[in-house]
Each structure stands twice: as C-alpha cells, then as structure tokens.
C-alpha cells in the first residue's frame, strides 16, 4: 500500500520588465508546468492571490547573469521585486536562482516541439517556458 505526502508547490517566475513568465509544480514537487505570463505590474498581486489559493512554500525567482557572471542590468528592478515580495508574504520562502540561457532553451524547445513561426512569435509562451526550465532545472539539481 502506498502512502502518497502532499508537499507545497514551487513557483517559479521568469522576470521581465512589461510581462513575467510563470511555472508551478504539483504538489508532490515531481512535475514542473507552464501556469501563466502576467503582466509584470500585476505580478505582486498574482503571487499574492496564488500564494493564498495554493499552497505555495517556495518562490524561485530567476537571477540573469551574463557570461562573465556580472548580473544583467533588470537584476536591479529584480531585486526591489524580491523586497517587496519578502514583505509581503514573509511565511513563503524565496530564492534566486541562475537562469542564464533558459529564455534560448525555450525558444528551441518550443521550435522542436514543432510550433509554426507565427505561434513562435508569442513571447509569452517562450516567457513561461523559460520560468519552466528554471523550476525543472531546480527540481533536477534537489534530485542529484
């Protein structure tokens, strides 16, 4: 007989100044999909509102870094994203986590999936796509 442990789910949020890609596990923390794209002036509001839905105990919130590993120039409004937040909802733990490469991976990703160049364009499928990989990326990394 099996006993099945439900944990909370992982959020994870690929940061972009107009719109913000999101991804979530199950809550066995083994699946991670594509939830959303929001734009980012309601992402506050939306982690809140999900946050208090789901049960939610972890936000992974993507760090860009460049080759040289210097931080690109939006890490700046990251960071006073992730202040907010902290306030905000101070019982949910938050991390920051390297996301370097993840917004080509999805664009190949969604090329080998075999999605036409007009769907291709949609950078909302590609931002929630990118938030994807870094929460598979994370799961994988707990799993090794």
Same mark, same amino acid.
């Given at each position: ?28 923390? *083994? &699946?991670?999909? +594509? ?6 002036? @309601?992402?506050? =509001?939306?982690? #809140? ?10 936000? *992974? &919130?993507?760090? +860009? ?6 931080? @690109?120039?939006? =890490?700046?409004? #990251? ?66």
């Amino acid at each position: 007989m099996f006993t099945f442990v439900f944990m909370s789910r992982i959020v994870a949020v690929d940061f972009g100044l107009k719109k913000t890609g999101i991804a979530v596990t199950d809550e066995f923390r *083994l &699946i991670a999909s +594509p939830l959303t794209t929001v734009k980012t002036e @309601s992402l506050l =509001e939306f982690l #809140i509102n999900f946050c208090k839905d789901e049960n939610v105990g972890l936000i *992974l &919130i993507g760090q +860009p870094k460049r080759w040289d590993n210097s931080f @690109s120039d939006i =890490e700046v409004n #990251i960071q006073e994203f992730v202040n907010v937040l902290m306030a905000k909802i101070p019982d949910i733990e938050i991390k920051r986590v390297d996301e370097r490469f993840t917004s080509k991976l999805a664009f190949q990703s969604i090329i080998a999936s075999g999605v036409g160049k007009k769907k291709r364009r949609n950078k909302e499928m590609v931002d929630q796509i990118s938030a994807t990989i870094i929460l598979q990326d994370f799961l994988a990394s707990k799993n090794s």
